[in-house]
């Protein structure tokens, strides 16, 4: 759970997010890259989006979309951690990311 602060910086809103920086990055830096988590599910997905589909292991009380929405913020910033993704919704994450992102499919 993090404050994340909206694109046009005039508010913001204590969500769930999905950290998707690697722990050396995070201990060099001091800051996490987090991706923001919707439960507004009925919204069209976007390119970077990412329907949970195994909703149980991420403790989020109903089900929720993984957003093509990126932060970077402070590790002391995260205020609690729920659970996690399943390997399975972690790889559609990476996917859906890497084709919003244009990046290239690791060889």
Known sequence: MVEFLFADQRGSKHRP???LSSAAYTDGRQEVVLAAVTSNTHRRLLPGD???????PTELPKPSVVTGILRTVKQADVTRVLGSLSA????SVEDSLRDAL???QPA
Request: no cysteine; net charge neutral; glycine share 6%.
């Open 17 to 19: 997010a999905v950290v």
């Open 50 to 56: 990412t329907l949970i589909q195994e909703l149980a």
């Open 102 to 104: 244009g990046l290239a």
């Open 88 to 91: 399975r919704d972690l790889r």
